[in-house]
């Protein structure tokens, strides 16, 4: 069987997360969507996303194939209910397509389209659904606590060191490869996992859920609420509060952020502060591409959803609900606009441009140092992007 995870209509309320990365690369709990699928699925999946994105993550058809609505978390009855689809028939919850079965090289297959040669079969529960950044940290904890499990699965755990305060009777996973030394971990607020080649430095305070992902550091004094997680080849230092870290991406200091989304390759100066509750108490209003307006969360809390590559000098600002592109880089006193389109290069007292040949060399760099290439695909990525940008078109 050939499994594709698709981008519906949510893949434009995702950005900026979205522009660099297809949905199922989002990162939530401790693994991404695709890798969430895989393991249900028990097999590989392709991708069905934006053309300029398919040269990174490219779609393979086939005669029998399942998409699957990528934005979906998935459970295993809900895989179990896929796996028993038959050719032409459409798993659908509130009117929206969950996976479908179908000759993908006969059909072209659009996430909004109403094809009625295909049966549909509702779904009577509901299906939980990334659709805004801001739920990508409000459902952080319930999707650390249904990875444990699987995350787990066939690693090689090891007894706390003794010179850590363990609190709690819950969940503790601690990587046979990891560095936990001198570390306050409270387990009685949920699952606490550290990934393999991890390090929490002595005087880190950990309380659950929390996910510490592959190679990944957490250094000395560090005051972190769950449900957080820290994606793979992370620094963080300071206090974080329900925060997500994709991977690649250094908060290595002292400053706070909380309720917030980081993508990859980013770098927080020293002493960055993140509001995520606003004085008056009203709910956060955030900059949403598609709609090109602020547009309300639901949520009191909610912090700084920052694009990949994107930077910020120390003692940065940000306001409640603050927006930040791909491949900014913010610095000056004061609190900072609350959106910041990709490619600016300034702060409070105005932006300019970034040029787009400093943006690439900035990013093979940062590859560079973490021994990955920085390839064709990841170059023309940018500068569509950029192009993009600089055209004014919202996406």
Same mark, same amino acid.
């Given at each position: 069987?050939?499994? /594709?995870?698709?981008?519906?209509?949510? %893949? &434009? @309320? $995702?950005? *900026?997360? !979205?522009?660099? %990365?297809?949905?199922?690369?989002? #990162?939530?709990?401790?693994?991404?969507?695709?890798?969430?699928?895989?393991?249900?699925?028990?097999?590989? +999946?392709? +991708?069905?996303?934006?053309?300029?994105?398919?040269?990174?993550?490219?779609?393979?058809?086939?005669?029998?194939?399942?998409?699957?609505?990528?934005?979906? $978390?998935? !459970?295993?009855?809900?895989?179990? %209910? =896929?796996?028993?689809?038959?050719?032409?028939?459409?798993?659908?919850?509130?009117?929206?397509?969950?996976? #479908?079965?179908?000759?993908?090289?006969?059909?072209?297959?659009?996430?909004?389209?109403?094809?009625?040669?295909?049966?549909? =079969?509702?779904?009577?529960?509901?299906?939980?659904?990334?659709?805004?950044?801001?739920?990508?940290?409000?459902?952080?904890?319930?999707?650390?606590?249904?990875?444990?499990?699987?995350?787990?699965?066939?690693?090689?755990?090891?007894?706390?060191?003794?010179? &850590?305060?363990?609190?709690?009777?819950?969940?503790?996973?601690? @990587?046979?490869?990891?560095?936990?030394?001198?570390?306050? =971990?409270?387990?009685?607020?949920? *699952?606490?996992?550290?990934?393999?080649?991890?390090?929490?430095?002595?005087?880190?305070?950990?309380?659950?859920?929390?996910?510490?992902?592959?190679?990944?550091?957490?250094?000395?004094?560090?005051? /972190?609420?769950?449900?957080? !997680?820290?994606?793979? @080849?992370?620094?963080?230092?300071?206090?974080?509060?329900?925060?997500?870290?994709?991977?690649? !991406? &250094?908060?290595? @200091?002292d400053g706070f952020i909380g309720n917030s989304v980081i993508g990859e390759w980013c770098n927080i100066g020293a002493d960055t502060n993140s509001s995520n509750l606003k004085n008056t108490y009203d709910q956060v209003r955030v900059w949403s591409y598609p709609n090109q307006t602020f547009v309300a969360t639901g949520k009191q809390f909610c912090g700084l959803i920052m694009g990949d590559h994107s930077k910020c000098g120390i003692n940065t600002m940000f306001n409640t609900g603050t927006v930040v592109g791909v491949s900014a880089n913010i610095f000056g006193s004061g609190?900072?606009?609350?959106?910041?389109?990709?490619?600016?290069?300034?702060?409070?007292?105005?932006?300019?441009?970034? &040029? /787009?040949?400093?943006?690439?060399?900035?990013?093979?760099?940062?590859?560079? #140092? %973490?021994?990955?290439?920085?390839?064709?695909?990841?170059?023309?990525?940018?500068?569509?992007?950029?192009?993009?940008?600089?055209?004014?078109?919202?996406?």
């Amino acid at each position: 069987m050939n499994y /594709i995870l698709f981008d519906d209509y949510s %893949r &434009n @309320h $995702l950005l *900026p997360l !979205t522009f660099t %990365r297809p949905v199922a690369e989002l #990162r939530v709990g401790i693994t991404t969507l695709r890798e969430k699928w895989e393991k249900l699925l028990k097999a590989k +999946t392709t +991708t069905l996303t934006e053309p300029y994105l398919q040269l990174k993550y490219p779609l393979k058809k086939a005669k029998d194939t399942v998409l699957i609505n990528a934005s979906v $978390l998935p !459970t295993p009855a809900l895989v179990a %209910r =896929i796996l028993k689809l038959e050719p032409d028939q459409a798993l659908v919850s509130d009117l929206k397509t969950v996976a #479908r079965r179908m000759d993908l090289q006969k059909l072209e297959f659009s996430a909004e389209s109403d094809d009625e040669t295909c049966t549909k =079969i509702f779904l009577e529960e509901p299906c939980q659904k990334i659709e805004y950044p801001w739920d990508i940290f409000a459902m952080n904890g319930e999707a650390i606590e249904a990875d444990f499990a699987q995350a787990v699965k066939r690693q090689k755990s090891q007894k706390p060191d003794a010179s &850590n305060l363990i609190i709690g009777k819950g969940k503790l996973f601690i @990587h046979h490869d990891a560095k936990v030394f001198g570390a306050t =971990i409270n387990t009685s607020t949920g *699952p606490v996992y550290i990934g393999k080649g991890a390090e929490v430095m002595e005087g880190a305070m950990i309380r659950g859920p929390f996910a510490l992902c592959e190679n990944s550091t957490v250094k000395m004094g560090a005051k /972190i609420y769950g449900p957080t !997680t820290i994606g793979p @080849h992370c620094k963080v230092g300071g206090e974080l509060n329900n925060v997500v870290i994709f991977g690649y !991406t &250094n908060k290595a @200091h002292d400053g706070f952020i909380g309720n917030s989304v980081i993508g990859e390759w980013c770098n927080i100066g020293a002493d960055t502060n993140s509001s995520n509750l606003k004085n008056t108490y009203d709910q956060v209003r955030v900059w949403s591409y598609p709609n090109q307006t602020f547009v309300a969360t639901g949520k009191q809390f909610c912090g700084l959803i920052m694009g990949d590559h994107s930077k910020c000098g120390i003692n940065t600002m940000f306001n409640t609900g603050t927006v930040v592109g791909v491949s900014a880089n913010i610095f000056g006193s004061g609190y900072q606009r609350q959106f910041i389109p990709s490619f600016a290069w300034g702060g409070t007292a105005g932006f300019k441009p970034y &040029n /787009i040949d400093k943006a690439q060399l900035v990013a093979s760099r940062v590859y560079k #140092r %973490r021994d990955i290439s920085y390839t064709d695909a990841d170059k023309k990525i940018m500068a569509y992007l950029k192009e993009l940008t600089d055209s004014g078109k919202p996406f």
